[in-house]
């Protein structure tokens, strides 16, 4: 019998908690690899739209389900949004991001339907995921995006990932974003 990825294990598992909570998707180095990008990661990243927003009886359901919370500071989900877990099972690390309104609003709109088996998870949209890793902006960032946007460029819509990203540079004061996809556009 084939012994199946860890992470679609950890996926599996977690699909049947984060349903029960609110709209959800996979982001991050996994959607990377989702859409075709040979990449090496050992973590799981979320975006949750946490509804109720209720992070005790949420990780109370997560360790239910077989994950274990990495911090005991109990300030630490409020300051930063995320929610650190390990899956018990395959011992990869989980990150669930609560999200707010605006961007990751929009992201999860646009999630899609990846099959994996007889479960369907949701992963954040390729030209989301570009957006989302010129954001962050680390070399290995920029190189997913340059990589997704490769593979997947003819499906995107560039106006729709300019005007994102023209936004982002307004509301952060910044001016290194648009610039980073023009790049990555014409290389």
């Known amino acids: 019998m084939p012994v199946e990825p860890a992470a679609i294990e950890l996926l599996k ?3 049947r908690v984060l349903a029960a909570w609110g709209r959800w998707c996979v982001f991050g180095a996994q959607a990377v690899i989702a859409y075709g990008v040979p990449r090496l990661s050992a973590d799981v990243d979320i975006a949750l739209w946490l509804d109720p927003e209720e992070p005790d009886r949420f990780a109370s359901d997560m360790t239910a389900a077989g994950f274990t919370l990495r911090v005991s500071d109990p300030d630490f989900i409020g300051r930063t949004r995320v929610m650190p877990f390990v899956h018990d099972a395959t011992a990869m690390p989980v990150d669930v991001v609560l999200a707010a309104s605006g961007l990751e609003d929009e992201f999860l709109d646009r999630a899609r339907l990846l099959n994996f088996g007889a479960t369907r998870i949701p992963f954040i949209e390729p ?27 003819r499906e995107l ?21 648009v610039p980073t996809f023009e790049s990555i556009r014409k290389s």
């Open 13 to 15: 598992d977690l699909s």
């Open 127 to 153: 030209g989301d995921l570009v957006i989302a890793k010129i954001l962050a902006g680390r070399s290995k960032d920029i190189e997913d995006a340059r990589n997704v946007w490769r593979i997947h460029a």
């Open 157 to 177: 819509d560039e106006e729709r990932i300019l005007d994102t990203l023209h936004r982002l540079e307004e509301a952060l004061s910044q001016n290194d974003l």
